[in-house]
């Protein structure tokens, strides 16, 4: 479902899919890949505001997800868990709480692992018009509150409850009046309640740093190794040649990923594989046999991949292929 206001530069939209591929990209504007890493027929939805340089979004599915992100260029991401108490959700690799705030500037893509049946609260805003903002409410305020890279916020249980309460009523009365976009007083009005809580919200004493040096590098160790694995699907790449191109030891390989994702490395290319296969299952031409992709990405046993690729995505390699 799509609704959008007479105003081009405004609309609210609900978007529901089955495909991990297609929840990635129904965020307006972002730069995503998703990898399903829990098993079960995929089932997304977005419900998102965009408006100009503002955009408010819940997002939620029931299986897990291994995200890889970047909002568009200049705008500022928050992010907050759905459930108050998550269990699970990652952000670059650190476990996130229910009272932390997620931040990323948009200088550079983010990664998160997000549980099943979990979802996000997301804000995305240009910091120009926050600082204009401060300035119109606070003349006193001659400088703008550094906007971090990419950290974690503590928030108390008071400045939590104001944002997400905003966010669900904000969304929630978009999915029932959608018109009311179509007016530009109830636009602004909007806005500057969105921009009000934004102020209170980011707090610089606050911040923290999201991650350590130690817990970047093994961020960037597994980003790196699905880089590699799906820039080349037609060179094998095992776990042991993944450390010979990465210059690390098997148990440095082991414990990045334990420490980013909770799970083995080998199993981590499993996942990006299966998924990988079931892209090019939806996307690619009919001259191709279900053998030949599933080949064309490291499975040699046909019996084994079916079978994995039943577990995790809820249906056969070829009733994918029927319904693509």
Known sequence: MSVASTNLS?????KRTREVDVHARNLAAWDQDYVQTSPGVFQGQVRE???????????????ATNQHCRPWQGGVWLGLSVPEQPAGLRF????VGGHELMISDGSEAFDLQVPAGHGLYGLVFDPRELLGHVHARDQAVTSPARIPGVRLQTLTPTQRFRLVGLLREVLRGLEADPGALAHEASRRSLREALMTVLADTLMPADQADAVTPRQQRRQDVVRRVRE???EQPQDYLGVERLCSELHI???TLQNCFQDSLGISPASYLRLVR???VRRELRNGTADQTIGDVAARWGFWHMGHFSHDYKALFGETPSHTRLAA
Do not use: I, K, S, Y
């Not at 405004?10 to 609900?14: G, H, I, L, N």
């Not at 408010?56 to 299986?63: G, H, I």
């Not at 670059?92 to 476990?95: I, Q, V």
């Open 92 to 95: 670059m690799g650190r476990p």
């Open 10 to 14: 405004a609309c609210f939209r609900v």
């Open 49 to 63: 505001l965009f408006d100009g340089p503002l955009q408010a979004f819940e997002e939620v599915a029931n299986c």
């Open 228 to 230: 590699l694995v799906t």
């Open 274 to 276: 299966l998924n990988a």
């Open 249 to 251: 030891t098997r148990r």
